[in-house]
């Protein structure tokens, strides 16, 4: 059963079987994706004619590859722009809501700690209804009442910012707060005796302290933005994100460029979060 | 020092409010209060319960909705079925000196996003997809057979798509787990399924019910999986709610969908909870 007790040769095999089919099974829909980018053919399938980076670099008229395709490109562009600052604005937010309940103290603390947890239990889906109607509801008082039309309350850039900062900061302040926990408050005393203000003392010790779980919040909310489709998906106006763009054209059909930039993505992710892993490492 | 130190309340209080208020609190209470206005027939909008009249006397819709909470409950319970053992292996089998590894490499393709993990299955399994090719060309098949677009493979692409929200907390339970106890259980007389069933998934459960309630959540909000891998004739409440919004532009009909999914998710995560005696702020810890 475990390491130290013997068991049946049959078990023990069927048990490793078993743990290799999952990792077949985890890795077969990636494996196959990532080849069929380099095969020689007008769709992603077998059989196999050959190697070619067409899907990468081919610029036209029959075979435009990613870094030649406008549109993809543009959609890569506007993930990035949007994951750059939904995990600065959450990691910020999310850092000061794990001092808030970490440190303080104060009246409806339990209220506020379940609200906070609320975006993880609400559907990515209803965030993003919800937020529409509201931001909805908004532009139209504005409108009437004081006859200003204020473009963030209409489906664009900054909607989606916001929408994905709804839930991504409760991941945020959950990722630092689990160190925060650790922080041996008797540091921020000793620096509180010897004349440091509070500002002082969590600027130079609590935040130094903190400094791997931040990193790890600012990744984790990077990958989590990039990659983010329910609630975007109210949300956008026809600057498409690229979960977005993508999904328009799985939907239509495939070619593939679509596996071209799975390979990026793929590639990307798992280079960042082998650094995420590495970086927020706390005994470094 | 005093004084200093509820300035830093002040400042610290103030985004997290802003977020919780703008971003969630309002925005919900908005969503209910459009669900329950709808059009009379002179065209004025006003208080109604039309829209929840209509939700239960279209078959089409509460069915939808039954079959959504059905299929969720059932993608939940063969997710756990399924990381258990792996994370019994990673955590207690294997020598340490992989269990770093295997931890990486299972939480590694969760990163990537769930499109391209779906439409990776989509080029596996479709009619012209890779396994239809080996097939026919091990003679297994003389002609190829569409995999995709039914409830089967829609709840292997949900289970594939939640894994990883069962095996994080599985992994995190079963590391404390005193391997004492399992040595304990065997010598005193018991077999993989009795230590399985009095030792192992009570010590877990806290783990399994926060992989459950989040495993749950994601699997009723899904939209991707459903769409892209599901039948054309079966759909996904999500799917209803979309098509409210986006292609017939009734606002009020598609919160009152909303708000009928957000009363499932809560009351499912609610029923959870009590039965298995355990608590939200503990079990997200």
Redesign the interface.
């Known amino acids: 059963m475990i390491r130290n007790i013997p068991q049946t040769k049959t078990y023990s095999q069927g048990f490793k079987l078993y743990v290799g089919l999952y990792f077949v099974f985890l890795f077969a829909p990636l494996l196959v994706t990532c080849v069929l980018a380099f095969n020689d053919s007008m769709f992603p399938s077998l059989p196999w004619k050959g190697f070619t980076l067409d899907w990468f670099t081919g610029h036209g008229p029959i075979r435009t590859g990613i870094f030649h395709d406008q549109i993809n490109l543009d959609s890569i562009r506007v993930s990035f722009k949007v994951a750059f600052f939904v995990s600065l604005l959450s990691t910020f937010v999310g850092t000061m809501a794990a001092f808030l309940f970490e440190q303080e103290d104060f009246p409806f603390k339990q209220l506020l700690f379940f609200l906070m947890l609320a975006p993880l239990v609400i559907p990515g889906v209803i965030l993003g209804i919800s937020i529409l109607l509201f931001s909805n509801t908004l532009g139209v008082f504005f409108e009437t009442r004081m006859g200003l039309d204020v473009g963030l309350f209409r489906p664009g850039f900054w909607l989606v910012v916001l929408g994905q900062f709804s839930f991504i900061t409760t991941i945020a302040t959950l990722i630092v707060s689990a160190r925060l926990k650790k922080f041996d408050p008797t540091l921020e005393e000793a620096a509180m005796n010897l004349g440091a203000t509070r500002f002082e003392t969590i600027l130079h010790i609590t935040l130094k302290f903190l400094r791997p779980s931040i990193i790890g919040a600012l990744a984790v909310s990077f990958l989590m933005s990039f990659e983010n489709f329910n609630t975007t998906l109210f949300l956008v106006s026809s600057q498409a994100t690229l979960p977005i763009n993508l999904y328009l054209q799985v939907r239509d059909g495939s070619t593939p460029v679509i596996n071209a930039i799975s390979v990026l993505m793929i590639g990307g992710t798992s280079l960042l979060a082998l650094a995420n892993l590495y970086f927020s490492k706390p005994d470094r | 020092?005093n004084k200093?130190?509820r300035?830093?309340?002040l400042?610290?209080?103030l985004?997290?409010?802003v977020?919780?208020l703008?971003?969630?609190?309002?925005?919900?209470v908005?969503?209910a209060i459009?669900a329950i206005r709808a059009d009379n027939e002179f065209g004025e909008t006003g208080f109604s319960l039309a829209n929840f009249r209509v939700f239960f006397s279209e078959p089409i819709y509460w069915r939808t909705f039954a079959r959504t909470a059905i299929f969720s409950v059932l993608v939940t319970f063969l997710t756990f079925l399924?990381t258990m053992?792996?994370a019994f292996?990673i955590t207690?089998?294997v020598?340490p000196r992989f269990q770093g590894f295997l931890t990486?490499?299972?939480?590694?393709?969760f990163?990537?996003?769930?499109?391209?993990?779906?439409?990776?299955?989509?080029?596996?399994l479709r009619e012209?997809?890779?396994i239809n090719?080996?097939l026919i060309k091990s003679g297994i098949l003389n002609k190829p057979v569409e995999l995709l677009y039914n409830d089967a493979t829609m709840v292997m692409g949900l289970v594939?798509t939640s894994?990883l929200f069962m095996l994080v907390p599985l992994l995190s339970v079963l590391e404390n787990l005193d391997?004492n106890l399992?040595?304990a259980a065997?010598d005193l007389g018991g077999n993989?399924w009795s230590?399985t069933v009095k030792i192992i998934i009570p010590y877990c459960l806290p783990g399994i019910v926060s992989g459950s309630?989040?495993v749950f959540?994601?699997t009723?909000?899904?939209?991707?999986t459903p769409?892209?891998m599901g039948g054309k004739n079966g759909l996904w409440f999500?799917e209803q709610?979309?098509n409210q919004?986006?292609a017939s532009f009734n606002?009020n009909q598609?919160?009152a969908f909303?708000f009928l999914?957000?009363i499932l998710?809560?009351a499912i995560?609610w029923i959870g909870l009590k039965l298995t005696r355990q608590s939200?702020?503990k079990v997200?810890q």
Do not use: A, C
């Open positions: 020092m200093s130190m300035w830093g309340l400042i610290f209080i985004p997290v409010l977020w919780l703008l971003l969630i609190v309002l925005p919900q908005d969503m459009m399924i053992p792996v292996y207690k089998v020598s990486v490499l299972t939480l590694l393709p990163w990537v996003s769930e499109l391209v993990r779906v439409y990776g299955w989509m080029i596996l012209s997809g890779v090719h080996f594939y894994m391997n399992i040595e065997y993989v230590i309630i989040v959540m994601l009723l909000g899904n939209y991707l769409n892209l999500t709610i979309y919004f986006i606002w598609g919160s909303g999914l957000l998710s809560s995560i939200l702020g997200v």
